[in-house]
């Protein structure tokens, strides 16, 4: 199984709104509904953002959305805030148990 | 709350096998229904997923890695561990414990702090 493709980094004014995507293939991203988004902060363990596609954990904000079309997911961070500056990575199910990450895409608050 | 906690040595030698484990509190490893599961990020790099084990005792590993990995529960001492043989550099990698929910959640939710390791002689 092979990474999925993210977009090395991102970036955007604060209050603005930044896209990520996340490309895999039919036997990832494409044949499930479950692809997660982590959010890393520098020297951090990641932390969920977003699972099965398009759902918030609690205490995630509601600035953070995902969505998916084919073989590509999105990740969505509406109202850049500081905070929000952190590596982003997609993860999707594929298939037996097993799962896959994204390359990573850091996102700057300009 | 589940918390994690990863331990083991930080630094092995090229060929030999890495062993490190992931201590569970807040909960029982063997009363709950979770998959327990291992993540790397080599330096300046992304996540990789590395496997996990479900409480019946099955394993699921990355095909890339199957090779070398093992990943067993001690119920014991409450405890899973993780074990990475033929090591090299490029095993160099901070090491995350990760819990998966269960069946029918497919993310990982509750992650250690990490542990680094470093593979030199």
């Known amino acids: 199984q092979s990474a999925l493709t993210q977009p090395p980094s991102a970036s955007g004014s604060p209050g603005q709104s930044v896209t990520i995507s996340c490309t895999g293939t039919?036997?990832?991203?494409?044949?499930?509904?479950?692809v997660s988004w982590y959010q890393q902060h520098p020297g951090k363990a990641p932390k969920l953002m977003i699972y099965?596609?398009?759902k918030r954990p609690s205490g995630v904000p509601d600035r953070f959305s995902g969505s998916k079309s084919g073989n590509t997911a999105s990740l969505t961070v509406s109202g850049l805030q500081a905070e929000d500056e952190a590596d982003y990575y997609c993860s999707s199910y594929a298939g037996s148990n097993n799962f896959v990450f994204g390359t990573g895409t850091k996102v700057t608050v300009l | 709350q589940l918390q994690l906690q990863e331990s083991g040595p930080g630094l092995v030698k090229p060929s030999e096998t890495l062993s490190l484990t992931c201590t569970v509190s807040?909960?029982?490893?063997?009363?709950?229904?979770?998959?327990w599961g291992w993540i790397r990020q080599p330096p300046g790099k992304g996540l990789e997923w590395i496997g996990s084990i479900y409480y019946s005792g099955s394993t699921y590993y990355n095909p890339s890695l199957k090779s070398r990995v093992t990943i067993s529960v001690d119920t014991s001492k409450n405890q899973f561990s993780l074990k990475l043989s033929s090591v090299t550099a490029a095993d160099t990698a901070v090491y995350y414990c990760?819990?998966?929910?269960?069946?029918?959640?497919?993310?990982?939710?509750?992650w250690g702090k990490g542990t680094t390791v470093t593979v030199s002689s």
């Open positions: 807040g909960g029982s490893i063997s009363s709950s229904s979770y998959y």
């Open positions: 990760a819990i998966r929910a269960g069946y029918y959640y497919y993310y990982m939710d509750v």
């Open positions: 039919s036997s990832d991203v494409g044949g499930y509904n479950y």
């Open positions: 099965e596609v398009s």
